[in-house]
């Protein structure tokens, strides 16, 4: 297309302008001068040759530089750049001489994007289809171009599919337009108004600042506007005369920002302003007076060439096919994924950024719970487990052993788990239980359903202390069934672990429990036919599949004692069945809870005292092991010296950390059991597994160090016997977000509300340890702010597996499902 001859003045006389006034990126009455050059190259002139097409958009990207560039480098680029035009102008004067037929001026280059319609039209309302497809590179888009896909391709942007789904990481709201009296510290926000007075000046106490004044007035009130620049460039007084001469009073402007309090009152933080014709007229800015996108950036990447991209290829949304059948869109109240695409970028409003949130938040929840649920009835066509018997002696017996009535949570959940087990389709189940809610008994009922069905089992626990733990209360219930049990960790004796392989293979060996170790090739069982993996939220991914694959497909159950939210639940184990013991055994009693500072320490220490001289034991708990130059911490090693020595002389204090060797850990635990050290200090190594009722204080040092859910199970460690227990919380932090935390664990005993609250303040990933947990990463939905669509898309996901779990019926769905694994998951569901 050919560009007329105004504005190929209105290009020329720009760049006179800029060298006469010494190439200082001059201020317009609506743009910077290297923005208006961004926007004037923005849209390349189609009757351009290759060459010329190339320089054109290399320009535009240079001038997206300009700001950074030295005054030489500026001297250069306007001077190529005039010489460029110049060329350009008789090329087209020539062609236009030899009949050329020139284009219309609605053809020409646009500089500006009115304010009365949206930056991005809703898709539904594109007429023409672009000519590029979605996976073509951006370099191929005219408005972007060679150079600027440089800079997008820093951020891993290759193709307009990659850029329609680069989410904003943030959006600014100033598309609310209020009057100045109603303007309220904290919030962003779009005021009009008639310039009272305005002043640019050299700050006297600073020579290298620039200090811009402007007093803004409606008919509500006045505000006043500042804005500071630093650089020598910007104390030249021909510069701040010119920004003067912008905002003669009377003029309209508009202006954006967020709203602080200063000590002269309300003002905008860095205000976005721009000249307006009346108070009525057309705001042209990409940011004022609108919704407007933060994009995630790298260093040397202009946020502003990613919006300019942003806006040149979200037509193309247009082409994006709708996955989602209109039944489902209408039940669950969604927008379409081009509607979707295009608000998600440039919303007209709160409300509309809101609607397409939701749908693509929906979407990455949806086909998440879709691979979920696709995975495990395919799992029931394809394997088959062992079917076990429910009843029998060996049950029967052991019911009888039980010196307690199970409650009726671990009824249902052992009436679940024994269901599965007659179903040749493999058991995978999780079963979440609070500290000392019973989970080792459901479990046992599980393995001796195996057992006497003529299989073998497997317990794998994380830590030594906690198999050891299993393997001690099994062997006093084993006993008495006559039936063997074995332990094997890191730390049994080569004679005894060839002694424990021999009888695996066997046959003779029904049950082995251990860590790790019995993921080794080394180890065979003759018929494994169920695995129980406790804290499996521990282990990696492979680590729990490398214990399956020791048997044909053996039934799964897994268990932990540190309660998850269902929306991660559901993130994490969409593809398990999962029960909840969600009721404590009769006759525990709540453990006072209390929230100390370092001036109540000696409180603390008294407390301790008391209960030892009635018999009882303490617990205190360190976050280190040794002192750290860096973190102001008591280590465990330090402070069970000082105890020992001055604050607790008469008493025996044992150690426990997970540097110790394992002989050491059995003595020093053993030790403790017996009574014959009351205080024990650790590190969290106790966190799980260790079952002293007599103990009944348990003193947590740094504890806002600590996740609350792991504090928690630290808590759990006393109030396992009759009498009274205590959990004392000491924090060396001041900060209203720590107090708010603690507090949590003074107000509720009840682990999944505090997993909850625990979710809520530091994030699932944080609350899971992100190396293993196989939390899927999402671009935009958060498992807190977003539960009631989670679930909603699990229950979309389940009717559509319920009419065709293969998806034939729906190939864009099956499509999409099949290139989000592909793309952000490697192929593989983290379960």
């Not at 989410?167 to 600014?172: L, M, N, Q, V």
């Not at 269901?419 to 393995?447: C, F, W, Y």
């Not at 779990?805 to 499902?817: G, V």
């Amino acid at each position: 297309m050919a560009i007329e001859s105004p504005d190929w003045l209105r290009l020329q006389k720009a760049l006179a302008v800029e060298a006469d006034k010494g190439f200082t990126d001059l201020v317009g009455n609506q743009y910077r001068f290297s923005e208006f050059l961004c926007l004037s190259f923005g849209e390349t002139p189609n009757h351009l040759m290759p060459t010329q097409r190339r320089q054109w958009q290399e320009t535009a990207a240079k001038f997206a530089l300009y700001p950074q560039m030295t005054l030489q480098q500026r001297q250069h680029l306007v001077a190529d750049t005039r010489r460029f035009l110049y060329q350009l102008q008789q090329d087209t004067q020539r062609r236009n001489a030899e009949g050329e037929a020139t284009p219309s001026p609605s053809q020409s280059p646009k500089v500006k994007i009115p304010r009365t319609t949206p930056l991005v039209q809703p898709q539904t309302e594109v007429t023409e289809t672009p000519a590029l497809s979605l996976d073509q590179p951006l370099s191929e888009v005219e408005e972007i171009g060679i150079r600027k896909s440089g800079y997008l391709a820093r951020l891993g942007l290759l193709t307009l599919r990659d850029l329609l789904y680069y989410y904003p990481r943030d959006h600014i709201d100033y598309a609310r337009q209020v009057n100045i009296c109603n303007l309220e510290a904290g919030e962003t926000a779009t005021i009009v108004g008639n310039v009272k007075r305005c002043n640019c000046f050299t700050s006297p106490k600073n020579k290298k600042l620039t200090i811009f004044e402007l007093l803004l007035q409606d008919a509500t009130g006045q505000i006043k506007l500042n804005r500071f620049f630093a650089g020598t460039r910007y104390s030249h007084r021909g510069w701040q005369e010119q920004n003067k001469y912008r905002y003669p009073p009377g003029t309209v402007v508009a202006a954006s920002g967020l709203v602080k309090k200063n000590k002269y009152g309300l003002t905008l933080e860095d205000p976005q302003l721009e000249v307006l014709d009346h108070a009525d007229g057309t705001i042209d800015s990409l940011t004022i007076g609108r919704v407007v996108p933060v994009y995630p950036l790298t260093d040397g990447v202009p946020a502003d060439i990613v919006r300019l991209a942003v806006i040149a290829v979200t037509p193309y949304a247009s082409q994006l096919k709708e996955p989602l059948p209109s039944a489902v869109r209408k039940q669950y109240g969604l927008i379409g994924v081009s509607d979707a695409i295009a608000n998600i970028h440039f919303p007209a409003d709160s409300d509309t950024l809101a609607a397409a949130r939701r749908r693509l938040v929906f979407d990455e929840f949806f086909y998440l719970q879709l691979g979920f649920l696709q995975r495990r009835q395919a799992l029931k066509r394809h394997e088959t487990s062992a079917v076990l018997v429910p009843t029998g002696q060996l049950i029967n017996r052991f019911h009888q052993l039980l010196p307690f009535e199970l409650t009726k949570a671990q009824k249902r959940v052992i009436n679940d788990i024994l269901n599965d087990l007659q179903s040749s389709t493999p058991m995978n189940r999780l079963v979440q239980g609070d500290v000392g809610s019973g989970k080792t008994v459901v479990a046992v009922l599980a393995i001796l359903a195996a057992i006497q069905s003529g299989y073998q089992a497997a317990l794998m626990a994380p830590t030594e202390v906690l198999a050891e733990q299993h393997y001690r209360k099994l062997v006093g219930w084993f006993n008495l069934l006559h039936l063997p049990v074995e332990l094997l960790t890191g730390s049994t004796t080569t004679k005894k672990r060839r002694q424990i392989h021999a009888q695996l293979e066997t046959g003779e060996l029904p049950l082995l429990v251990g860590t790790h170790a019995l993921i080794q090739d080394t180890v065979n069982f003759q018929q494994l036919g169920l695995v129980v993996i406790d804290e499996q939220h521990r282990f990696g991914v492979q680590q729990r599949a490398r214990l399956q694959q020791k048997g044909q497909s053996p039934h799964v159950l897994t268990m932990t004692a540190t309660p998850i939210p269902r929306t991660l639940a559901l993130t994490l184990h969409g593809d398990l069945d999962v029960s909840q013991i969600d009721e404590l055994p009769p006759g525990r009693q709540q453990i006072h809870t209390t929230v100390l500072s370092g001036k109540e320490r000696n409180h603390a220490y008294e407390l301790i005292r008391r209960e030892i001289v009635q018999g009882r034991q303490a617990y205190i708990v360190l976050p280190l092991i040794e002192e750290s130059e860096k973190l102001d911490l008591r280590s465990a090693v330090e402070e069970h010296e000082r105890l020992s020595e001055s604050i607790f002389p008469e008493c025996q204090v044992g150690l426990l950390h997970g540097r110790m060797s394992s002989a050491q850990k059995d003595e020093a635990l053993n030790a403790f059991r017996d009574n014959e050290t009351q205080i024990i200090v650790s590190t969290t190594v106790i966190e799980v597994g260790v079952d002293v009722p007599n103990a009944t204080v348990m003193m947590i040092e740094n504890a806002e160090r600590f996740g609350l859910s792991q504090l928690h199970q630290l808590r759990g460690r006393v109030g396992r016997g009759s009498h009274q227990s205590y959990c004392l919380l000491m924090s060396g932090s001041k900060t209203d977000t720590a107090r708010q935390r603690l507090g949590v664990l003074e107000q509720s005993q009840d682990g999944f509300f505090i997993s909850e609250m625990d979710m809520r303040f530091r994030g699932p990933g944080e609350v899971l340890g992100k190396r293993q947990s196989g939390l899927a990463d999402f671009a935009l939905a958060s498992l807190v702010e977003d539960q009631e669509v989670l679930n909603l898309a699990r229950d979309a996901a389940e009717k559509i597996i319920i009419q065709d779990d293969t998806l034939e019926s729906w190939p864009l769905m099956k499509q999409e499902l099949e290139y989000r694994y592909s793309k952000l998951m490697g192929g593989a569901i983290l379960t």
